[in-house]
């Protein structure tokens, strides 16, 4: 807009106004409640019910002005707001608004009707300009201007643009042509298109006419204008940083030493600010292709080297754990996808943190990618992650007993079986776990320790575990368990996990034993409790044999309704799997 | 003369938000009409939201002048801005408009709401008969109960806002300080220094404003040739060019900038190659070539080392790169990995192109003539444009752009001071007449459309026989624009 269209909105310095004095206290009582709006801005959250209040009375504040007037101009000077020679303070602090506008430059402001409905966003804008860096790209003016205000009109001065110099005319005044000149020139042109050889002359090429440019074969119709408007508008939604990166890899592959090293300094620049922004995808893009030009070995020694210490530093637990901090705090809430990409060019430098991010992270999308990548540095490098069994740290001691249980690794069986003597609980739960899934007789001794383990939960695995894997060496162990007195004291659900792991693991040769808890009698002819002779149906339950079943149906019509129910729900188990 | 401490007036698109506003109730309400009945709730609430918003332009502007010039709708003396957002509101009006000859509605303070449903209902009949499509309008049109809407018949250019002192006295502000942000860039750039990108910001975001309110003032100080280095002169006008070519394909505003930093920073590439070999009048060798032709990659590198990234957005990086790579690739830099290069590079490569071989520099002595420099674009497809938007670039230029010293068929001198704004009269821009046909220089050149027809012959009164070298006759074109 022109610089004197400013005038045309002014209504203040000049115009009178029908209300009289009390104007200038309601322009007061506006710029007060803008100035509040602003605070509240600073303090409150949008859904917060004072922060809603402050914008609520500036809103209501503008509404009440626009019946007296149609539009507020003020100037701006550092500390106030002028109406004319109304001056309206506005605090001496930085945090002044007046002062806010006055450092960028602003010196003229208008509101206009429909601010109202802008006043979220000018207070946002405002926010905005109070956190920029000093020294940086942008400034008041700036981010009024991205944000294209309908309602809200300002005027700055650019002190380094004053005393410019601005182009004027010449002042030679043109000389007269001869009409004889302009017919020649007309003429030879002609003559130069009607065929003359070697008519190749710059007047030639100068010449046109309409016919050269038939306009219909320029009007661009409405499907063209909407083909480059929908490419516009693809392009403009697109992530262009891949193309940057591809440019730069482009050149990295064919250029010389010193543009080489230049490149590889902006990417060890660009990646901590891909990963900061939480931008996986590209920062995976930059380790990809380090990758592959490392394998297409173009570098030279020097910068081979670079990109090895780059990959090693990047593995570094210290830079790891900051994208796992980020991770946990949710705040960057990746893409699963994009960091499985991310991660699966990190070093074995970065195993330990990664098994400690993938035991805390809550995200299960999230915590399965970091397990995918412990797992693929884990299987490249067994005794690292047998080595992090033995870690002081009970997080990175837990992830990898995880970790080579997932991976099926055998020769971490005496690792874990060392674990199951470990001071955490959860350390030793998931050692059992971990025994549990090698599925190897390896794994056994470890379990068998487990059963005793002073916490329920690592028994209950340790005897499921032992029951998967049918090791029948183990039923001795079982039966000393079953048999002794401390189960007798567990939970009923603990009661029933060993009962059932024993008759999974032993089969027929654990009938006896079950018969004898369910049907038998002791000393004085007493049965067993209630609750074992139950526990002891449902082993028999997965047993599976006519014996078990015998001794089952024997205990059909147990006058005991505890036992009764368990025994039928035993054989409808035995039915089912048979 | 130097600029002053005077401000630079920003924001506030109200009018232009009202105009929008009243082409999308306009637009919805004979959607509705299309559809349903009058009763309709649908046309009934498309009618008050017509009503309303027209009678609050009304009331607010003292009345409502929604004219139709060539692509452009002003509404009173905005140009309205087409972007993704309404360019189906524009279509709607421009080609019922044309349909019935007509360009201009003008809206009376006091209009009713129901006057509006005849008038729509009007606009959306088609047009079956021969000869003066407009008359036949005018008369329907009277012969309803419309009265406080009335139409004009198109003018053509002759609607069209002329250039006044204000708004060229903006676009030479504007020029100037965008050509001293350039030096100052560039300069730093060389000398390894860090670049005051908010001073960037602000000069792309006021070529953006002057391109989006005063097209062509901003664009004719690109003519300006001898007023500044090649160099920074270069930049700023491929940045206007550019912008003037994104906002012909409805980008939107902040789009426009990002277009226009990356066209501002095209050639910073430059400031690392020897001065000596950019300067070079003579020819250049094969070693020299091949330095020149690091240059795009050389304004990457430059862009990373110079700014935080978040101070150059990576669209400026891909333009700066690509801007010579051509739509076949062949171009340079080469490529190694799959690549096509964006819409805004291409946008950039033919704005470079078009200023590059317009002006006069070290290794140029006799600058090719604009219209020249379009026929080679679009005819020698070896150059590597995209096609398409060298077509959208001569509907924005014309086919003799801004510039242009051309001969009449009366023998007399014009400049090119506008294209018209009409895309059927590419060929006929608006022109100054600075030589009567006797070769005698006018003290007051007179402004002329060459799409005039004089009504005693019905011939067009002038027409370009021949465009020149102002060289030739000693004028400066830059002195027309100033």
Known sequence: ?578 | MSTTAAPLVQGGGALQAQGMALLAALHATAQALRLYPLENATVQKALDELSLVASRIAEREDGVELRLVGDFVFLNDARLRLDLSNYVTFSFLTSALTRHGIGAITVEKGVTRDEWAPFVSLLLREDTGDGNAFQRFQERLRASPVRRIRVEEEKGAAALPRDNDEAREAAKRTYAQSVQVAREVLTDIRLGKAVNVRRVKRAVQAIVDQVLTNENSIVGMTVLRNYDEYTFTHSVNVCIFSVVLGQKLGLSKIQLYELGLGALFHDIGKMRIDPAIIGKPTALTDEEVAQIQEHPTEGLLALFSTHGLGDVPYRAMLITYEHHMRVDLKGYPRNRRPRRPTLFSRIVAIADAFDAATSKRSYQAMPWTPAEVLREMRDNPARGFDPLLVKAFINVTGVYPIGTLAILDTYELAVVVQPNPDPRRLSQPIVKIIADPMGIPLAQPITADLSEIDPATGYYRRTIIKTTDPEKYGINIGDYFV
């Open chain 1, 1 to 578: 807009m022109p610089v004197d269209g400013i005038r045309d909105l002014t209504f203040g310095a000049q115009a009178s106004h029908p209300g009289g004095d009390p104007f200038p206290a309601e322009i007061a009582d506006v710029l007060g409640t803008l100035a509040k709006a602003v605070r509240a801005f600073q303090l409150y959250q949008a859904n917060n019910p004072v922060y809603q209040r402050f914008v609520s009375a500036a809103v209501t504040a503008f509404s009440r002005l626009w019946e007296r007037t149609p539009s507020l101009h003020l100037t701006v000077e550092e500390h106030a707001f002028c109406w004319g020679e109304e001056r309206f303070p506005m605090g001496e602090g930085r945090e002044s608004l007046a002062y806010q506008f006055y450092k960028d430059g602003i010196r003229y402001v208008t509101f206009l009707p429909g601010f109202e409905a802008e006043v979220e966003k000018f207070l946002a804008v405002v926010q905005r300009a109070r956190q920029l860096e000093p020294l940086g790209g942008d400034d008041l003016v700036s981010l009024l201007w991205e944000e294209d205000f309908v309602s809200f009109q300002y005027g700055y001065v650019d002190v380094l643009a004053q005393q410019l110099a601005l182009p004027e005319p010449g002042g030679v005044p043109i000389r007269a042509v001869d009409r004889r000149e302009l017919e020649l020139e007309v003429g030879a042109a002609s003559g130069g298109f009607d065929g003359a050889a070697g008519a190749a002359s710059t007047d030639a090429l100068t010449t046109f006419t309409r016919d050269d440019f038939a306009e219909t074969l320029f009007f661009l119709d409405e499907a063209e204008l909407h083909q480059l408007q929908q490419e516009a508008d693809r392009e403009w939604h697109r992530d262009v940083r891949s193309d940057v990166l591809a440019a730069l890899f482009d050149r990295l592959e064919d250029g010389s030493p010193a543009r080489q090293d230049e490149i590889l300094g902006i990417l060890r620049q660009v990646l901590p600010t891909f990963l900061s922004r939480g931008d996986l995808r590209s920062a995976a893009l930059v380790l990809r292709e380090l990758d592959t030009v490392l394998a297409a070995d173009v570098l030279g020694p020097a910068q081979r080297e670079q990109v090895e210490r780059l990959f090693t530093e990047l593995s570094q637990p210290a830079v790891v754990s900051q994208l796992i901090g980020v991770l946990e705090q949710g705040t960057g809430a990746p893409d699963a996808e994009e960091l499985g990409l991310f991660l699966a060019h990190l070093r074995p430098e970065a195993l330990p943190v990664l098994i400690a991010g993938a035991e805390r992270i809550p995200q299960a999308a999230v915590r399965e990618r970091l397990e995918a990548a412990t797992d693929r540095l884990a299987e490249q490098h067994p005794d690292g992650l047998r080595a992090l069994l033995a870690s002081g740290d009970p997080v990175v001691a837990a992830g990898a007993a995880r970790s080579a249980g997932r991976l099926r690794l055998l020769a971490a069986a005496p690792d874990l079986e060392r674990l199951i003597g470990h001071s955490e609980t959860h350390v030793r739960k998931a050692a059992v776990d971990a025994l549990v899934a090698l599925r190897s007789s390896a794994a056994v001794a470890g379990l068998e320790r487990a059963l005793e383990d002073d916490d329920r939960d690592v028994r209950i695995a340790a005897a499921k575990g032992l029951a998967a894997l049918r090791y029948q060496p183990s039923r001795a162990r079982f039966e000393q368990v079953l048999t002794g007195r401390w189960l007798r004291e567990a939970d009923l659900t603990e009661k029933i996990v060993f009962f059932e792991s024993y008759g999974t693991l032993g089969g027929a040769e654990s009938v006896r034993l079950l018969d004898g808890i369910l049907n038998g009698r002791g000393f004085l002819r007493r049965r067993a409790p209630a609750e074992l002779r139950a526990c002891a149906a449902l082993g028999l339950g997965r047993v599976n044999t006519p014996a078990a079943r015998a001794a089952l149906e024997r205990a059909a019509t147990d006058p005991d309704a505890v036992v009764r129910s368990a025994v039928s729900r035993a054989l409808r188990r035995e039915e089912q799997a048979s």
